[in-house]
């Protein structure tokens, strides 16, 4: 007996089981387990008789089989406090909504890494971050989670200011006006792969 292969898909607004698989991008397990936020998807069993054509330009894999997902057969999975798990009594929930249904029925909050927790994991979670991105912006360098984003950091009392930004113009915005208009103690700015800095000493 084969071994069964598996492919994932990531579910958008307009997400239906009765659509062909011919529809939709398929990540395999090795690329899929990359993507640390994902909190969702759906798991296709692929048959033998199913031919998969690689794109090359990407991480994706396509086919021209007509068959739906539910034909093939497909299950729900969702990521409980880290641990990728079946969900299929989600299959009738709007997947891209998740967050408000997991929320409402049963009080789990998502957080990137870990995917959906309990308030009290969520608040531990987010207190050791939180301790982890300012120990990182004391030494002068971005977070582990966020090395490519860009750091406006300043000295507060006996511990720092920050705010955090994915875009560098963003970045330079807030760090050229807080020079000219903040009185804030060892302005800098930390910039992202050899986390160089700019700073304003006052």
């Keep these: ?69 539910n034909e093939l057969g497909c299950d729900v999975m969702v990521k ?15 997947l891209d909504n998740l967050s408000t249904v997991l929320l409402r029925k049963e009080r789990l909050l998502y957080t990137n890494g870990l995917g959906y927790v309990t308030k009290g994991r969520f608040q531990e979670h987010h207190k050791r971050k939180e301790t982890q991105t300012r120990a990182a912006l004391r030494e002068g360098r971005l977070p582990d989670d966020r090395p490519n984003w860009y750091a406006v950091v300043w000295d507060n009392n006996d511990d720092i200011g920050y705010n955090m930004f994915q875009e560098e113009c963003v970045a330079m915005d807030i760090y050229n006006y807080m020079c000219s208009n903040c009185n804030v103690t060892n302005l800098r700015l930390i910039r992202p792969a050899d986390h160089t800095k700019s700073s304003k000493e006052e």
């Design 80 to 94: 409980i406090d880290g641990k990728w798990v079946i969900r299929n009594d989600l299959k009738d929930a709007r």
């Design 1 to 69: 007996m084969s071994r069964k292969r598996y492919r994932y898909i990531l579910p958008d607004v307009d997400f239906n089981y009765d659509r062909p698989i011919s529809q939709f991008d398929l990540l395999a397990k090795n690329v899929f387990s990359r993507f640390n936020e994902l909190a969702c998807c759906v798991r296709i069993c692929i048959p033998d008789d199913l031919v998969l054509e690689k794109r090359t330009y990407d991480y994706y894999s396509r086919t021209d089989d007509p068959r739906t997902l």
